[in-house]
């Protein structure tokens, strides 16, 4: 889910040595030296870690092709029972009963893998932006999260439409679907394509959460799974904090492994803002001490 605030790719801070006394600390101690990186060294990325991951590890293929894989097990039970639906009752106000089968998938890391805009982002020593995202997607060059191609035609071929509900605004629509066509993801026409600036009569967006794209999509359709990276992929995150999202996953924890299916994205999400207060106008050294301020070391 590409979402309107910035990712997480910042760069460190200069690189230093502390100083280190054994013994008895002295009145005044030394200053400490600081080092300068050596030329051609690469500089410090809180991303570096996530993109390597995601790109070379195959413990991220497997969590993925197991996602798609254990998902279209259940298609069928789906499809049998007239009252499955996978959209919270909030966001459904008419009787999905005897409506058109379909799956909501987000489409960035869950559908397609934008990993290397975020390698591009760490090389540079950049940070996301509109710009450079668009001309990533105008590129069309991302490619299938592994699982998932198989995963939407088993789908489709079962009379099931796949509805891409993304981040992504609407004037990247034609690229998206381009590249989604491209790498054989069935696309049945434009409509399917539910992006960030979709009107939705009577229903007023909240920034970039999706509740009104799908309270949309259930009008039209049984919604038989969601697939996401991000837990707004899934329900309305009314409270971004580590909080209000485990109150959420205590409400809702049971729906994972059978109406809602979610794909590893260590590289950005709300999850990363929820531990500074939301704010990204602050310093990045800053946001930086509350994440780690956030960690637990009592395990």
Known sequence: MRSSFLAATALAGLFSLAACQRG??????????????????????????????VQTSTEYQAL?????????????????EANWDALVPGERANAGTGLKPAVIM???????????????????????????????????????????????R??????????????????????????????GLPVADDSVFLGLGTYVEGCEQNGSEKNCRRQLAGREYRVLMQFGDQ????????????EGRAALMDEYGDWFGERWWMLPNPTYGSWEPAAFNNDWSQPVEVRRAAKQDAL????
């Open 24 to 53: 008895e600390p002295a009145a005044t101690p030394p200053a400490a030296p600081v080092a300068t990186a050596p030329a051609g060294a690469v500089p410090a990325n809180d991303n570096l870690n996530a993109v390597l991951w």
């Open 64 to 80: 993925a092709r197991q996602t798609f894989k254990a998902a279209a097990d259940h298609l069928d039970q789906a499809l049998a």
């Open 106 to 152: 987000d489409v960035d890391e869950t559908v397609l893998d934008n990993s290397p805009y975020q390698a591009r982002l760490v090389r540079d020593g950049k940070a996301y932006d509109e710009v450079t995202w668009a001309a990533w997607v105008a590129e069309k060059k991302a490619r299938p999260v592994p699982g998932v191609v198989d995963f939407a």
């Open 154 to 183: 088993a789908a489709a071929a079962r009379g099931v439409t796949i509805l891409y509900l993304s981040n992504r605004a609407e004037h990247l629509q034609e690229a998206t679907l381009a590249n989604l066509r491209a790498e």
């Open 231 to 242: 837990l707004g992929d899934f329900t309305e995150v009314v409270n971004n904090t580590a």
């Open 296 to 299: 637990d070391y009592a395990q």
